[in-house]
């Protein structure tokens, strides 16, 4: 890989619709237990670890963004890969997908498909 550090923040995109999972999870536990059983303690920690994945989920689509925008920048200005600028635009995407899951069904493959062509094209810049 090259010597930017940048690809670290960018490898971490699988977390991102984890999270977001992991919140819809949590927000059907909410609602199920406030309607079904009033069990407070259920209810409280379903709604707590809803919104603690769901902005979780934000800050890392935010860390995978501008890892992506350095990481493009750093191998535009010298490197045997130059990726095209239009790349952050699936960072934006995949940042998207927190609020609109359906994002993921294109920034996942893209993001996989810039860290493989990465790995190939910079072998030892």
Do not use: Q
Not at 65 to 86: E, I, M, Q, Y
């Amino acid at each position: 890989m090259s010597r930017s550090p940048w690809w670290f923040g960018v490898v971490v995109f699988p977390a991102v619709p984890a999270l977001s999972i992991l919140s819809g999870l949590a927000s059907r536990a909410f609602v199920a237990a406030s309607e079904a059983d009033p069990n407070v303690g259920v209810g409280v920690a379903s709604f707590v670890l809803g919104a603690v994945s769901f902005w979780a989920g934000l800050l890392v689509g935010a860390v995978v963004l501008v890892c992506l925008f350095g990481d493009v920048r750093a191998l535009r200005r010298g490197s045997a890969w130059s990726p095209g600028v239009a790349w952050p635009l699936v960072g934006v995407a995949h940042l998207a997908g927190v609020v609109f899951p359906t994002a993921f069904l294109v920034s996942v493959p893209l993001l996989s498909y810039y860290l493989y062509g990465r790995r190939e094209r910079v072998r030892d810049a």
